[in-house]
C-alpha cells in the first residue's frame, strides 16, 4: 500500500527544506544592516538582499504580528491534516496543498523561533516587495489549486 497523497508529502517536504536552507544560507553569509546587504545578481532588475519581516506579505501587520505566528501554525495543521485524513483526488490539488503547507510551515518556524521571516529575493526592475521561497511556495501552491479547479471536469446531470 502505498502513501496518501505521496506528491503533498513530497512538495511539502521540498519546500520547507529549499525555504530552511536557503534562509540559512542567507543568514551565514549576509549581514543585517541598514542600508540592507545587498549583492546584484543581475544588476538592476534582480538582488540578494537580506531583510527581516515582522509581519505577513507586503509587511502587513508588522506591528501587531505576534497573532501571525499562530496564524501560520493554525494552518500547518490544518493543512497537515488535510494531508493525512483526505484523499485528494490529482495531483496538481496534492502538490497545490503540499506547497502551501511548506510555505506556511515554513514561515511559521521562523515566526516562532526568531519572531520574524527572513526575506532575501529581491525584484527591483518591478520594485516588488522583497520576498522569500515560502511566499513563493505559497504563490505556486495556489496557481496549482487553480490549475486543479480549471482541468477538474465537472459532472453534468442527465
Do not use: H
Not at 29 to 55: K, M, Q
Not at 105 to 114: H, P, Q, V
Amino acid at each position: 500500500m502505498g502513501v496518501k497523497n505521496r506528491y503533498f508529502w513530497i512538495a511539502a517536504a521540498i519546500g520547507l527544506v529549499l525555504d530552511q536552507a536557503t534562509k540559512y544560507w542567507v543568514a551565514q553569509n549576509f549581514e543585517l544592516t541598514t542600508p540592507p546587504d545587498s549583492v546584484a545578481l543581475w544588476p538592476g532588475v534582480f538582488y540578494f538582499t537580506f531583510v527581516t519581516n515582522t509581519g505577513a506579505a507586503f509587511s502587513l501587520f508588522s506591528d501587531s504580528g505576534e497573532w501571525l505566528k499562530w496564524l501560520s501554525m493554525v494552518v500547518s495543521l490544518g493543512l497537515a491534516a488535510l494531508g493525512i485524513w483526505v484523499t485528494l483526488p490529482n495531483r496538481w490539488e496534492q502538490v497545490g496543498y503540499g506547497l502551501i503547507l511548506s510555505g506556511a510551515l515554513g514561515n511559521g518556524i521562523d515566526r516562532m523561533l526568531a519572531g520574524e521571516v527572513i526575506d532575501f529575493l529581491d525584484f527591483r526592475l518591478i520594485r516588488f516587495p522583497i520576498f522569500n521561497v515560502a511566499d513563493i511556495c505559497i504563490n505556486v501552491g495556489i496557481i496549482c489549486l487553480l490549475v486543479a479547479a480549471v482541468k477538474t471536469p465537472q459532472k453534468r446531470d442527465r
